[in-house]
Each structure stands twice: as structure tokens, then as C-alpha cells.
């Protein structure tokens, strides 16, 4: 059964620092792998989307690295501002293939940006 | 653009009561989702659909139903609520081919008393 963990559960860092989030997984037979963002009392907003193929991702401020055969993705942040402040999710795509495949979730890390 | 939409966004109910959160996307996306959340618990699939008059169970079935009787619309039933699923639910949805991002609504905040 795959399994998602993110570490740490919680960061706190003052505004201007680059940061790194940190999502693993069990099975590396994945479709692709996606972060997402929510704000209090939101829904998910997807920021990058890692397919099984690629390496990483950007957008913006944002750079998402995959490496699959180790099971493992980050979350880059750089130059951090308090508007970055959220809960910020992985999931994995089971690879069903197609139309099927869940998403699998890990449980967060609530990121506090200090002014 | 509208995207995912849940309705209602806050409930209360009391134990044994039914009801029936509605979800509906306007991006003819094949692929939809229930999802819900808890303290620590994080995101857990309920149960999903692949297309139209297509669902299958997810990790956390038991005491919900769901039907798709159209793409646009994918609603979760309650059939007797339990103070257990006084949770936050979240309905999601995605093209059905090639790797496409999944979206989300803004949830329905459930309260069973």
C-alpha cells in the first residue's frame, strides 16, 4: 500500500529565506506527483505537477524536484514572503494508467512565513 | 470560470438524518472525487468515478453512497449519519487521460451532533 510522509509537520521561518519541503514514498511505481497548496478553511489549490518521467518542475518562485527510483520529492521555495503562509500538501498518482489512478496524500506541512 | 463547486458549504446535522452534498464541474473532466479530511488524519479517499455510471470505493467507503448519472455531477450520500463523519469533504475532479492536475472545491464543512 503506498504511503505518503512529509517532513516536517510544521516550519516557521522569517520572510526572505529560502526553504526546502519534503515529501516521500513507499512505491516508486507512480504516475506523476503533485503539490498543492490550502489556506485555512480552503480547498487545494495545485501549484506543480511532476510527471514519472521528469526531474523537476518550476513556477514562478516555486521548483519541484522528483526522484523516483528513491522515492522521494522537494518543494523549493525561494525567497519566502508571509503570503506563502499555508498548509502545503504531496500527493502520488497511483499508476493505473488512463483515466484511473487516486491520488494518495501525505498529511502537510503548515509553513508560517514571519514578517 | 466556476471549476469544482460543492454545495452547501456548512452543515449540521443530527445523528441518523440524511443528506446529500452535491458536487459539480463544468470542465467535462471524466475522473471525480470525494476526499475528506481530518485533524492528523489528513486527505482519505471515499469514493470515485471514472466516467459516467462508473464508481468504485476508495479507502474510506462505509456509510456513504455516490451514483454519476452524468459527467458534470457527482453527488455523496449520507444515508444515516454518525458523530464519526463530522469532517471536512472535499469534492475533486480531472481529465481522464495523459497527466492532468486534479481540482478541488472549496469543501463542505460537516457537523453531526
Known amino acids: 500500500k503506498q504511503e505518503v510522509t512529509q517532513i516536517p509537520a510544521a516550519l516557521s521561518v522569517p520572510e526572505g529565506e529560502n526553504l526546502v519541503l519534503n515529501c516521500s514514498f513507499t512505491d516508486s511505481a507512480i504516475y506523476n506527483l503533485q503539490w498543492f497548496r490550502q489556506d485555512p478553511g480552503k480547498g487545494l489549490t495545485s501549484l506543480l505537477l511532476?510527471?514519472?518521467?521528469?526531474r523537476e518542475q518550476t513556477s514562478g518562485r516555486l521548483n519541484a524536484s522528483l526522484d523516483k527510483s528513491s522515492g522521494r520529492s522537494t518543494l523549493y521555495i525561494a525567497a519566502s514572503q508571509p503570503g506563502d503562509s499555508a498548509t502545503y500538501l504531496c500527493a502520488v498518482r497511483e499508476n493505473y494508467g488512463g483515466s484511473q489512478g487516486n491520488l494518495i496524500f501525505g498529511k502537510g506541512t503548515k509553513l508560517s512565513v514571519k514578517p | 470560470n466556476a471549476g469544482v463547486t460543492q454545495t452547501p458549504k456548512f452543515q449540521v446535522l443530527k445523528t441518523g438524518q440524511s443528506m446529500t452534498l452535491q458536487c459539480a464541474q463544468d470542465?467535462?473532466?471524466?475522473?471525480m472525487s470525494w476526499y475528506r479530511q481530518d485533524p492528523g488524519m489528513g486527505l482519505r479517499l471515499i469514493h470515485y468515478s471514472v466516467g459516467a455510471g462508473i464508481t468504485d470505493q476508495g479507502e474510506v467507503p462505509n456509510g456513504y453512497n455516490v451514483s454519476r448519472s452524468t459527467t458534470e455531477d457527482f453527488p455523496l450520500r449520507l444515508l444515516s449519519a454518525a458523530p464519526s463523519q463530522t469532517s471536512v469533504y472535499f469534492c475533486a475532479s480531472r481529465g481522464g487521460y495523459g497527466n492532468q492536475p486534479q481540482h478541488f472545491g472549496d469543501g463542505t464543512r460537516l457537523s453531526i451532533l
Open positions: 470542465m467535462n473532466h471524466e475522473y
Open positions: 511532476i510527471q514519472s518521467s521528469q
